[in-house]
């Protein structure tokens, strides 16, 4: 093969006799435009050169060969119909549906990888090799199915994308179809056989083959290890921005090794290195970007699109609230703006709605039961549902006579439509949003492989063919360029940096095919089939990325979480580049010194007034908060801020918890004596504690199906009957004492607060003092998270400070922990001898292990008095500075978008 410049070959493929192939289209672009400039500059009139991608030169030949037909080409496949992807799929699907001896939880993923190891097979010219003896369950399946789509490709005379090689190289070698007389060919990279045997026919047919070589430049080469993925996406991005500030004229390239997890960093990245003024609302948003992504993602991910996929599966059947929340926000649904308020509104009923999943028609009642201002939301939900409920009586069973009726549905719903004082759609939204109503016109393809479609099927293969579509917002000349590592291959940029560079992603991890034998992948190193093969690729990799600009800069993290990495072994050895200035921090440091700025502390809210004790709300909640941080409980108590709960299916522990409280109070009411629990068998002790849960369990009102509710009812019955039996059965081990209060009302007084709660249970020992017992499902329970100061769990101390000043002897404080696998008493008391288990504490700090000092109950009591107290004191005085306890105090707190500690956290 031999080599020839760029400039010579594209002056050639002006004619018609010759073509230039390339490995991608970004490469095609690369090569037109460099040809454009050239001409320009030497103001001469030119033609385009004949440039097309390699796989779409090969359709277009493909298209040539319906011509053999009518002129008797006497070759099997001439003039087979070439299905798309998405028909190939369905085919697919259909071929599993049909497979009644396999058993899959997900049918249409299955088919996907039975396609995609059927076109290995065919790639690598697999198809007639015999198989092993031994198969595994998966490729037995696969076999079966294989056969099923292969039977129906030959009767139909279709063609599936991955067999076009194998039948161009014969139409090439055996028929007249017309080839040109010189190709010339760049990047490409890892052909497969069968597409190396199109080259090969060529060159039979007397072809000439040349590559094309691109100018190259030996590259500074060297590697940065960031502390952490975020680290290194801001120091890449960073880069950019002095290498930019150093030349506004360079052209810079990122490759993303990852993209998949690092493409959406990465864009926040960028704007925060290149963009500050944008990210602070300093500049207009219709501003030119100083980056482009070339990378394309699948459409359906694309926030526009979701919307209308969700729509469509919103007429067809409820969606979880989650989503439908999403949907009535949506600022692509007409009326956003003038409705905004009542759609939040709304959105908030939806997510507190009793109801895991919601339907239009609840929707639509939520809002009317509260009377919310959004008639212009409900108006077009209702014209909606009325054409989607009409297109369904038509009994439509083609796709194609679906697909008209569906953009209309999305039009009624108000699906990108603008009205005065809507946001108007930025052009990658409507590129988007136009590219996803042209894919939905690539659905009536499925009608040549599937007879009948209902609603459901409609909007499931709508949503494959939008998740199958890879889209990509039209490009620009931008001076940074993102892209794939087989985009940057060939390029030519002033600077490169290369993120992802660890041992995890190069080489790429081996990950065979599961539907094909093992031993026939490391055969024919197949794409990650082996070490070896990945490990050779990575090499490549680096060496065609080495040339590509100048300078280039690969870089890895060191650690994400509590996982080391090390980098790749490609580059190990390449000279450490330093870390760069953080440029955002530099940007804003110089505007708040252009500023008027004035300082707010904010860690304390008003006091509340007066100096007489007030009824406080939370309970133990407020001091369980204040201790923990104070802003907790300020904004929880104070600003009333919370929060949604989310609903369940079935039932949640918090249901579970209420259950197990009412049973326990209702047996305790009937059997007030030690003495009467120790009397009663095992038995008949399982029966009244199975009546108790079933009483508990009728006595909460439910709004849920009967049958379901049954089923809860039993399900409660199940789990709580073996746990309440085993702690009942440690009861009767205890010291003989008397029930006295279940489930009763306490008022306690601490400092200026005045709380009223709720004691699970006050037991009275002979001795006339009391055990104080708590009931938790909770495994999370510890007698040091009552230990000052700032107790995290603080309800227990509470009630024995208030026992304690009302003249009561508190002899013991427990939790009754009720979870499965642990049922036993966790607490501290004065006597061993009222309960085994319950701890003593330590009477000699210096005697205690280190870091295992408990105090005992006796000096806890003073000093629970005094650190409730000040606690009450700060809420009292409006505390309110976010100082968390520790790191667990942030770990389960819904507050942090208020409180934005992450984001003070961050450095400036």
Known sequence: MTVVTYADALRHAQSANAVVLTGNNRLRRRLLGDWEQQQQAEQSVWQTPNVQAFRAWMRSLWELSMAGVLANWQHPQAGALLLSNEQAERLWLQA??????????????????????????????????????????????????????????????????????????????????????????????????????????????????????????????????????????????????????????????????????????????????????????????????????????????????????????????????????????????????????????????????????????????????????????????????????????????????????????????????????????????????????????????????????????????????????????????????????????????????????????????????????????????????????????????????????????????????????????????????????????????????????????????????????VNAPGGSKLFEDQAACAFRAFAHWRLRAKAIQLPEWGMDAQELGICLHKALQLFWDEHQHHSVLSELEDAELGLRVRAAIAKAAESRPSTMDAKLNTALQALQQAILQPLIVEWLQLEKTRAPFRNVKTEQSLQVAIGRLRLDMQVDRIDQLEDDSVVVVDYKTSRRLSVAAWNPPRPEQPQLPLYAVQLSSNKQAVAAVMFAQLAPGSVQPVGLTNDESIMAGLQLGDFDEAAAKPGKYQPPLQQLLPEWTEELTELAEQFAEGHAEVMPKDASSCAYCDLKPLCRIDFAEQPA
């Open 96 to 613: 599993v549906k049909a497979d009644s001896a396999t058993v899959l939880v997900n049918q249409a993923a299955a088919a996907r990888a039975g396609h995609r190891a059927w076109q290995l097979l065919e790639q690598w010219q697999l198809r007639q090799r015999q198989w092993p003896h031994y198969c595994s369950a998966d490729m037995t399946a696969f076999q079966g199915w294989r056969q099923r789509v292969e039977n129906r490709l030959q009767q139909e005379h279709w063609v599936d994308s991955a067999e076009l090689p194998a039948l161009l190289a014969s139409l090439i070698a055996e028929t007249q179809i017309k080839i040109p007389e010189t190709v010339y060919v760049l990047g490409l990279q890892h052909l497969t056989p069968t597409e190396e045997q199109v080259l090969a026919a060529l060159e039979s047919r007397g072809c000439q083959i040349s590559s094309l070589a691109l100018p190259t430049q030996a590259a500074r080469q060297s590697l940065f290890a960031a502390a952490s993925p975020s680290e290194e996406l801001q120091q890449a991005a960073t880069w950019a921005r002095h290498k930019l500030d150093q030349n506004s004229s360079a052209q810079l390239a990122i490759v993303l090794l990852n993209a998949a997890q690092q493409q959406a960093p990465m864009r926040d990245a960028l704007m925060r290195a290149l963009h500050p003024d944008r990210v602070w609302g300093q500049a207009e948003t219709g501003d030119r970007l100083a980056f482009n992504f070339s990378l394309g993602a699948a459409l359906s991910k694309q926030p526009v699109v979701q919307l209308g996929l969700q729509l469509l599966q919103w007429l067809n059947h409820a969606l979880p609230v989650e989503q439908v929340a999403v949907i009535v926000q949506s600022p692509w649904l007409q009326g956003s703006h003038a409705e905004h308020e009542a759609r939040a509104q709304l959105a908030r009923l939806i997510l507190e709605n009793d109801q895991p999943q919601c339907s239009i028609e609840r929707a639509r009642y939520l809002a009317t039961k509260r009377n919310l201002p959004c008639m212009g939301l409900l108006q077009q939900l209702d014209a909606a549902r009325e054409a989607w409920q009409t297109l369904k009586e038509s009994f439509p069973e083609r796709a194609a006579d679906w697909l008209a009726p569906l953009a209309q549905c999305l039009n009624e719903a108000g699906w990108v439509q603008r009205q005065e004082g809507d946001i108007a759609l930025d052009s990658e939204t409507w590129q988007a949003a136009q590219h996803f109503s042209s894919t939905l016109n690539k659905v009536a393809e499925l009608d040549l492989v599937t007879a009948k479609f209902n609603g459901r099927d409609i909007v499931a293969a709508v949503q494959q063919a939008a998740e199958n579509t890879i889209y990509q917002a039209q490009g620009s000349d931008a001076p940074v360029q993102v892209l794939g590592p087989l985009e940057a291959i060939g390029q030519n940029f002033d600077a490169l940096w290369v993120v992802g560079a660890n041992d995890e992603t190069l080489p790429t991890p081996v990950r065979p095919d599961p539907y094909i034998p093992r031993e026939w992948q490391r055969e024919l190193a197949m794409p990650r089939a082996s070490v070896a093969r990945e490990q050779e690729w990575a090499q490549q990799l680096v060496q065609q990325l080495s040339v590509t600009a100048n300078e280039v800069c690969f870089s890895y993290f060191a650690a994400d979480g509590d996982n080391p990495y090390r980098p790749a072994q490609a580059v190990s050895k390449l000279p450490v580049a330093e870390p760069l200035a953080d440029m955002q921090g530099q940007w804003l440091q110089g505007l708040a010194q252009s500023l008027d700025l004035e300082s707010v502390d904010d860690s304390m809210a008003p006091a509340i007034p007066g100096t007489h004790p």
